[in-house]
T-cell receptor, first 111, second 115 residues
Framework: EDQVTQSPEALRLQEGESSSLNCSYTVSGLRGLFWYRQDPGKGPEFLFTLYSAGEEKEKERLKATLTKKESFLHITAPKPEDSATYLCAVQDSGGYQKVTFGTGTKLQVIP | AAGVIQSPRHLIKEKRETATLKCYPIPRHDTVYWYQQGPGQDPQFLISFYEKMQSDKGSIPDRFSAQQFSDYHSELNMSSLELGDSALYFC??????????????FGEGSRLTVL
């Protein structure tokens, strides 16, 4: 069964203090790994899709990377508006649409 | 731009009652997914539909059923409600059976409280 583990569970950063979030995954075959952002009481908002080891994607202060066993979401010089829960999810190549989510990392950026 | 519409946004039911949640996908999206998210937990995949047919099934209880209609909207029917069913229920939509971009568009969610 697909498994996604994220660490740390919570992260508190000062504004401008860069850091990385980790996502370890286990799937029989990876179709895609996804990063989402979720604000309290809202639906997850899509950030990135990564398909193969070595791939990188960037968006503003966020950069996602992928290896065969894990993905990292690097946050460079974060701002308070980056505070949210960041969810990692995977889609197994054996299934059709099931996307399995991790429990997320709750990021708080302090001014 | 049009987003995924879910209704109702909030619902309060008693134990053993029945509830129905509705989801209207983004126009031209033919695939709908249902997720359940408990407090502080990750979204758990329940079920998905493509072109009005069930395409994948996750941890959906037997007390729950769902379908996708000809206009592509979907309904999640929940019967014999239990306290543990209290959660945020998200609907997401995408275009096509395979997630070419991996982008699921999520609605704002329906918060179900079972008393």
């Amino acid at each position: 069964e697909d498994q996604v583990t994220q660490s740390p569970e919570a992260l508190r950063l000062q504004e401008g203090e860069s850091s990385s979030l980790n996502c370890s995954y286990t799937v029989s075959g990876l179709r895609g790994l996804f990063w989402y952002r979720q604000d309290p009481g809202k639906g997850p908002e899509f950030l990135f899709t990564l398909y193969s080891a070595g791939e990188e994607k960037e968006k503003e202060r966020l950069k996602a990377t992928l290896t065969k066993k894990e993905s990292f979401l690097h946050i460079t010089a974060p701002k308070p508006e980056d505070s949210a829960t960041y969810l990692c999810a995977v889609q197994d190549s054996g299934g059709y649409q099931k996307v399995t989510f991790g429990t997320g990392t709750k990021l708080q950026v302090i001014p | 731009a049009a987003g995924v519409i879910q209704s109702p946004r909030h619902l309060i039911k008693e134990k053993r009652e029945t509830a129905t949640l509705k989801c209207y996908p983004i126009p031209r999206h033919d695939t709908v997914y249902w997720y359940q998210q408990g407090p502080g937990q990750d979204p758990q995949f329940l079920i998905s539909f493509y072109e009005k047919m069930q395409s994948d099934k996750g941890s959906i209880p037997d007390r729950f059923s769902a379908q996708q209609f000809s206009d592509y909207h979907s309904e999640l029917n929940m019967s014999s409600l239990e306290l543990g069913d209290s959660a945020l229920y998200f609907c997401a939509s995408s275009r096509g059976l395979l997630l070419n971009t991996g982008e699921l568009f999520f609605g704002e969610g329906s918060r179900l409280t079972v008393l």
